[in-house]
């Protein structure tokens, strides 16, 4: 079965579930080896998932922000590190089908590609620079040479490296001083991936150094100046906490399946009768029904704004990254109280949710920087 095939999202839902179920089976083993979930990703590119953001001119679905995360949400509940890779390449899509800052023939080939199976991310952070949100300017750099850019540099967490056919990578052009984005195919001749992931959370994403060595691309392939335009709230960016909501919910669902089938001899029945751990699955609902609601109200309401009013939604984006993100830490250690000291074994799947749902923490907008978005937006109420 194909996403492009089913026409309602109901039916498209159903499907998703089907490989979420999938996905979890593997994801044990991807933890344990650190390697890249390679299964999980051509299941979405066979599946028709990966094209489901093409805008409809150029022959995809143009799903809405909503959807995206409601998919991205189910991805997560069977394998977190596979949902946070697809949701880049998900995201960027839609986003430059809203911004529509590319030319139209290049965003045209890059869609007809998409729906092809080729999968596209961004490469920003750099070891001396940080997160591109703290404002560092690149030191991977670009000049002109005839009709070409040569673009030398290294880039850090280049999420899906083992399998992108695009990056876009910002770079400081030498000549201007000013940064752009440039459009790289991975066939590009001086391109070389080190593989420097190690992360003890969300082990499977292939986050390694993208190394850029006189990598020549055509000149049309500087696809776009950053400037004030780069600070515009970005909707897409939803897909990170969409991404721990869903971790968060595997973790309540193994939970009362544990305190289900959990009998010791010294109660009668099983442990989902006692009121202490009742007391902690009513907590984790709550937490993830605010999570939920938050997340989905944001999204929505971004999907029905204008331009302009989605130029006004920065706080409520940030917070309800922030929002989510901590609530899902909290689901977590929670389920993990509930189930005990089981939930430390390397086989049981808790240990591994306890892991990724912290590198929520380290996504944008960190939430320090969202904190002060949010004070500076009351105190402008009162101005």
């Known amino acids: 079965m194909n996403f492009q095939q089913l026409e309602s999202f109901d039916q498209q839902y159903e499907l998703m579930k089907e490989l979420s179920e999938r996905f979890l089976s593997r994801a044990h083993q991807v933890d344990i080896e650190g390697s890249f979930p390679y299964e999980n990703i051509q299941d979405l590119k066979d ?64 869609c007809k590609d998409v729906r092809n199976g080729y999968l596209i991310n961004s490469a920003a952070t750099e070891p001396k620079t940080g997160s591109p949100t703290r404002g560092g300017k690149p ?96 909707g897409w960016l939803l897909h990170i906490p969409a991404c721990y909501l869903g971790i968060a919910k595997a973790a309540k669902k193994y939970a009362i399946e544990f305190a289900k089938d959990y009998s010791p001899n010294s109660v009668e029945g099983t442990i989902i009768d006692l009121p202490n751990v009742r007391q902690k699955i009513g907590e984790m609902e709550l937490k993830l029904m605010e999570s ?18 989605r130029g006004n939604m920065g706080p409520f984006l940030g917070a309800a ?20 000291a089981k939930s430390l ?5 808790l240990q591994r949710y306890y892991r990724d749902v912290r590198a929520g923490l380290h996504n944008p907008p960190m939430d320090d920087m969202t ?10 109420q009162f101005d």
Not at 58 to 84: C, N
Not at 321 to 340: C, E, F, Q, S, Y
Not at 371 to 380: D, E, G, R, V
């Open 345 to 349: 074994s390397l086989k049981n799947p």
């Open 47 to 110: 599946s028709g998932y990966t094209s489901l953001t093409v805008p409809k001119k150029y022959g995809g679905r143009e799903i809405s922000l909503y959807d995206m995360l409601r998919f991205q949400e189910k991805i997560a509940e069977g394998d977190g590190a596979t949902a946070l890779s697809i949701g880049w390449h998900m995201g960027i899509i839609k986003n430059l089908s809203e911004k529509n800052s590319w030319d139209e023939i290049i965003f045209n080939k890059i």
């Open 292 to 309: 939920e609601y938050f997340l989905h109200s944001v999204a929505k309401q971004w999907d029905n704004s204008d331009e302009l009013s």
């Open 139 to 234: 030191e991977t750099s670009a000049y002109k040479e005839g009709n070409n850019w040569i673009i030398n540099g290294r880039k850090t967490f280049t999420t899906m490296a083992p399998v992108l056919d695009y990056f876009i990578v910002s770079a400081t052009i030498k000549a201007t001083n000013h940064v752009g984005n440039f459009l790289i195919p991975r066939s590009s001749n001086g391109i070389f991936i080190e593989e420097t992931w190690d992360s003890i959370a969300l082990r499977g994403t292939g986050s390694h150094d993208l190394v850029l060595h006189n990598v020549s691309i055509p000149e049309e392939f500087f696809v776009e100046q950053l400037g004030n335009e780069g600070k515009k709230p970005n």
């Open 371 to 380: 904190i002060q978005i949010l004070a500076n937006h009351a105190i402008k």
């Open 321 to 340: 990254k922030l929002n989510v993100t901590n609530n899902a830490i909290g689901v977590v250690d929670l389920a993990m109280r509930l189930v005990g």
